[in-house]
């Protein structure tokens, strides 16, 4: 069934949605972007992904002409109209259509699109774990923006899925291994959690931000602190999260087993939390 795809508040079906060639989004990357999960017909996080694509437009300048609840009711009815009840929904914000010139074009006005994306869970990964190695991390300076300039990540996917893993996990010089190309990135030691503190150089997760709050309910230590490949590779254990994989395990780096070569007692326990709470 073809889905329906809103654009700046119009909804149209997938073979009539279009936008220009010269939005600023396809020439520059010059936008942002969220992807929540739906469970049950109900999105997850919605205030959250919401609140950080607002951040997100003020850190780089893109005057938002819709207020949140305009947004929220955008997501909304992208998920009843297209009777969304378990996947994902993605919506993107550019800064507007205009001849191309690099700075900010006055005449342009945000452009706006959601849509459902083909989402298949693999429930099999996570009882298991997966795969991951370590790339140098190559993307620009303000990580914490979600941007639709997603080349650096795009590299070192596809450098990890050549080498038949599941992710990259990014090394940044004077830092350590800081996440992963598309999820945040943590490893236990000795029934600790470690995972690297909110800054430019890491995107504020909300899969991430329900994790660490599982882990205190838990009584579950946490250190925000940066760790490099050598306690990567010691930990105990080691697991990503973000919004497709949730709370993903990790079993081998580069190689090398973690721990047990299995997915961890901390590891299970935040799983658990997690799927408490999105039922």
């Not at 996917?157 to 990259?168: D, F, H, L, R, V």
Request: some cysteine; proline content about 5%; charged content about 20%.
């Amino acid at each position: 069934m073809s889905m329906l795809i809103c654009i700046n508040g119009q909804f149209y079906p997938e073979s009539e949605a279009q936008i220009s060639v010269y939005d600023r989004g396809f020439q520059f990357g010059d936008g942002l972007y969220e992807v929540a999960r739906v469970y049950s017909g109900q999105v997850f996080g919605l205030q959250e992904h919401l609140e950080r694509m607002i951040s997100g437009a003020k850190a780089i300048h893109i005057p938002l002409k819709w207020s949140i609840d305009d947004l929220r009711n955008i997501v909304l009815e992208v998920v009843q109209r297209n009777s969304i009840e378990d996947g994902l929904i993605y919506w993107q914000l550019t800064r507007g259509t205009a001849l191309r010139t690099h700075a900010f074009p006055p005449s342009a006005q945000p452009n706006l699109i959601a849509y459902p994306l083909v989402f298949t869970p693999h429930p099999e990964l996570a009882e298991k774990g997966i795969n991951a190695v370590v790339e140098p991390d190559q993307r620009w300076l303000m990580c914490n923006v979600k941007s639709t300039n997603l080349l650096g990540n795009v590299l070192a996917k596809e450098a990890a899925k050549q080498k038949g893993a599941q992710e990259a996990l990014l090394e940044r010089t004077g830092y350590g291994v800081i996440e992963g190309s598309s999820s945040n990135l943590y490893i236990v030691r000795d029934g600790t959690i470690r995972t690297a503190p909110l800054s430019n150089l890491i995107l504020p997760g909300i899969t991430r931000h329900f994790v660490l709050q599982i882990a205190e309910k838990l009584d579950i230590p946490v250190r925000k602190e940066y760790f490099d490949r050598t306690q990567l590779y010691n930990a105990h254990e080691v697991f990503i999260s973000s919004t497709s994989l949730e709370v993903m395990p990790v079993v081998q780096i580069d190689d090398r087993t973690i721990g047990a070569g299995k997915p961890g007692p901390i590891t299970r326990k935040l799983q658990a939390g997690f799927r408490q709470l999105v039922n």
